[in-house]
């Protein structure tokens, strides 16, 4: 009894010295994922970010310009454009498409049409505030229904930061008109660079606005 004692207490701590280095192991290969997580969020973007200066705040604004134009077509005779000029029509048996069912009239035609003929832009950087372009319109022809006229349409606007890194690297980052209003026309800031090289316009610090009495 006392040899089968002593052999157990002889082997205790030999068991012990078995799971030693799986702990030590598996708390390495924790310290190692977390350490290359870090690195690979450094090597992306970097860990604090890269410094950039404002150069400048520029704004674009543009109108589309349209006119009116004579232009022919075809569709459904039932269908046509108001005040559409009908050149020839033919009848056919069936829909080519299946929408339709039963016998119908196909027709082509002319009519005016508003199309896009140009763009006008206007465009600067602050402190110069942002103007629309005021294009000369053309007016149309009163005794052929105003072929010819000109209107304005679709308007879009443009409002931008102009970041440079000290290595010569620039980007341009759209705000809001708001945002745009707000930042000094001069600044310095962090932002996050990947490794293409593509700026995140989104990691630009929030505006400090001054506290409002009350």
Not at 123 to 146: C, I, N, S, V, Y
Not at 174 to 194: C, G, H, I, M
Request: aromatic share 8%; net charge positive.
């Amino acid at each position: 009894m006392r040899k089968r004692h002593d052999a157990h207490l002889l082997e205790a701590p030999h068991t012990a010295t078995r799971t030693a280095p799986t702990r030590l192991w598996r708390g390495l290969a924790l310290m190692l994922a977390g350490g290359g997580l870090l690195a690979l969020s450094s090597w992306v973007f970097g860990p604090e970010g890269l410094k950039v200066e404002q150069v400048a705040k520029t704004w674009r604004l543009e109108i589309e310009v349209e006119r009116r134009t004579l232009e022919t077509g075809s569709g459904w005779c039932d269908e046509l454009p108001e005040g559409a000029q009908l050149l020839s029509r033919r009848l056919l048996d069936s829909d080519p498409s299946g929408q339709r069912s039963g016998a119908l009239e196909h027709c082509h035609y002319r009519a005016l049409q508003w199309r896009t003929s140009y763009l006008a832009l206007r465009q600067g950087q602050a402190p110069e505030a942002p103007q629309w372009p005021r294009p000369d319109l053309r007016p149309g022809d009163p005794e052929r229904q105003g072929l010819g006229e000109e209107r304005l349409g679709k308007r879009q606007s443009f409002y931008e930061l102009q970041l440079r890194a000290s290595d010569g690297r620039q980007w341009s980052c759209r705000q809001s008109l708001e945002d745009w209003q707000t930042r000094p026309e001069k600044a310095r800031y962090r932002v996050q660079v990947d490794r293409y090289g593509v700026a995140n316009c989104a990691s630009l610090p929030p505006l400090r606005l001054p506290a409002r009495g009350r």
